[in-house]
């Protein structure tokens, strides 16, 4: 892919935040009725970090590990980080940032964090065997390439990738993350992280970088 410049968010989540006092509500999103903040294991949390009008989108997954503690993966890296149950519908993470879930929404105090999705983990792997078609876009949200696709292997954890579904451009290796989740590292050092939720694929790439950690460009997919 062609590098492009793009406005980098002024705080990324993960290089660390600051708290912010507005909050962002997303309404797709809903903790069940028996939903107990004391017994997230076994839980992923999606969150997309973007500008408000929704340009340069980076997606992540917080799984919830033992100990109060959350594995954070994006583009860049997969890390641990503590957080803090605050009381019965919020946790608190990086010392300053809230996340509130309650019946019909989830939302932060951070304005940035524009979508979440509360999913429990799938017994089965999500991407195997399975192939995904959708459209690329540059980090303005301006499209780059109408038409992509990737088909995920059935075993083996490689995927084919190109513009015409069956003409295949490349194949990667990958590395699964959990069932919902994947991120490949291409020869020339470029990075794919991938999540499935909610119906679609959502894809974060990476253009090879040390100075960056945040994506050049993002792709939504459904599922054929």
């Avoid at 919020?90 to 964090?113: G, Q």
């Avoid at 490689?158 to 291409?186: C, H, K, M, Q, W």
Wanted: charge should be negative; proline fraction near 4%.
């Amino acid at each position: 892919m062609k590098r492009v410049k793009t406005r980098s968010l002024l705080i990324l989540l993960i290089g660390g935040m600051a708290a912010l006092t507005s909050c962002s509500k997303d309404d797709g999103a809903r903790p069940s009725e028996t939903f107990d903040i004391r017994q997230l294991e076994g839980h992923y949390l999606y969150v997309r970090q973007s500008n408000l009008d929704g340009s340069v989108p980076g997606f992540m997954l917080m799984e919830f590990m033992g100990g109060q503690i959350l594995k954070l993966s994006a583009v860049s890296e997969d890390r641990n980080i503590p957080y803090t149950i605050v009381n019965t519908n919020t946790i608190e993470i990086l010392d300053s940032v809230r996340i509130v879930f309650e019946r019909d929404s989830i939302w932060s105090t951070f304005e940035l964090l524009t979508e979440f999705a509360l999913i429990k983990a799938p017994e089965s792997d999500q991407l195997a065997g399975k192939t995904f078609t959708g459209t690329y876009y540059h980090a303005d949200k301006s499209v780059l390439h109408q038409n992509f696709y990737y088909r995920f292997a059935a075993g083996g954890n490689t995927f084919d990738a190109g513009f015409n579904l069956g003409t295949v451009e490349r194949t990667e290796s990958y590395t699964p993350i959990n069932p919902i989740a994947a991120r490949a590292t291409l020869d020339n050092g470029d990075t794919e992280f991938m999540i499935w939720v909610n119906g679609q694929l959502k894809v974060n790439y990476k253009v090879y970088s040390p100075e960056s950690t945040w994506p050049d460009f993002h792709g939504f997919f459904t599922r054929q």
